[in-house]
């Protein structure tokens, strides 16, 4: 069984503090770990896709890195626009394509 | 283009009541799924499809059904509304080609 874990639970940083998220995963044939972002009331939104062990993905202040066991989402110079929930998902190698969640980091940026 | 659209936005319903959440994307995806997201948990696969007349259940897809009889459309069904259905719900298309998954705005569901 597929199982996504996220670290912390809550993060708070004042603008301009650079940290990073953690998401370590046990998968059966990794297809692909997803990072998304979701704000209050909306869907979650796509930010990067890391197919294998060593790739990095940025974009703006995010940069994504992955390992045989873990992902981490580094923030640069967080901005309080970027405060959200950061959701990690794995899809292993079935047929069917759902991704497996893990309960998602919930990032604090105050100006 | 509009992507993946839910409706309704919120309902309230009382325990027993049956209801079907609507879902449709305009992307021509093959895949479709239905996650339903309780506070502070991630999304949970209640069911999924892999193409028109094809679905199959997800990790918690008791008291719930679904039917997908177009590329587009992917309804979800609760036949006996019950409290522990209270929850915001998530249907996602995703290509055969590509593997992110795009998401709705989400339904907000109360059953009292």
């Known amino acids: 069984e597929d199982q996504v874990t996220q670290s912390p639970e809550a993060l708070r940083l004042q603008e301009g503090e650079s940290s990073s998220l953690n998401c370590s995963y046990t998968?059966?044939?990794?297809?692909?770990l997803f990072w998304y972002r979701q704000d209050p009331g909306k869907g979650p939104e796509f930010l990067f896709t890391?197919?294998?062990a060593g790739e990095e993905k940025e974009k703006e202040r995010l940069k994504a890195t992955l390992t045989k066991k873990e992902s981490f989402l580094h923030i640069t110079a967080p901005k309080p626009e970027d405060s959200a929930t950061y959701l990690c998902?794995?899809?292993?190698?079935?047929?069917?394509?759902?991704?497996?969640f893990g309960s998602g980091t919930r990032l604090q940026v105050q100006p | 283009n509009a992507g993946v659209t839910q409706t309704p936005k919120f309902r309230i319903l009382k325990i027993g009541q049956s209801m079907t959440l609507q879902c449709t994307q305009d992307?021509?995806?093959?895949?479709m799924y239905w996650y339903r997201q309780d506070p502070g948990m991630g999304l949970k696969l209640i069911y999924y499809?892999?193409?028109?007349?094809?679905?199959d259940k997800g990790e918690v897809p008791n008291g719930y059904n679904v039917s997908r009889s177009t590329t587009e459309d992917f309804p979800l069904r609760l036949e006996l509304a019950a409290p522990s259905q209270t929850s915001v719900y998530f249907c996602?298309?995703?290509?055969?080609?590509?593997?992110?998954?795009?998401f709705g705005q989400g339904t907000r569901l109360t059953v009292v």
């Open positions: 996602a298309s995703s290509s055969l080609s590509d593997t992110e998954a795009f």
């Open positions: 998968v059966s044939g990794l297809r692909g």
């Open positions: 890391l197919y294998s």
């Open positions: 998902a794995v899809q292993g190698d079935t047929g069917r394509r759902a991704l497996t």
């Open positions: 992307m021509n995806h093959n895949y």
């Open positions: 499809s892999v193409g028109a007349g094809i679905t």
